[in-house]
């Protein structure tokens, strides 16, 4: 995620092999959609 102009952080996944993966991806993506709206105070465009 990123605030302002510069990355902040990275969100990550850590588990087993055999995981949802396409499931998580989306997860992790709707966590970075989160906080860039926490830190911005407006929601992305990916959410509409």
């Given at each position: 995620y990123r605030v302002g102009d510069?990355?902040?952080g990275a969100v990550g996944?850590?588990?087993p092999?055999?995981?949802q993966y396409a499931r998580l991806i989306?997860?992790?993506n709707c966590?970075?959609?989160s906080l860039?709206?926490?830190f911005h105070g407006e929601?992305?465009?990916a959410n509409g």
């Open positions: 510069r990355n902040a996944i850590l588990g092999r055999r995981m989306a997860l992790i966590m970075a959609d860039n709206e926490l929601a992305s465009a």
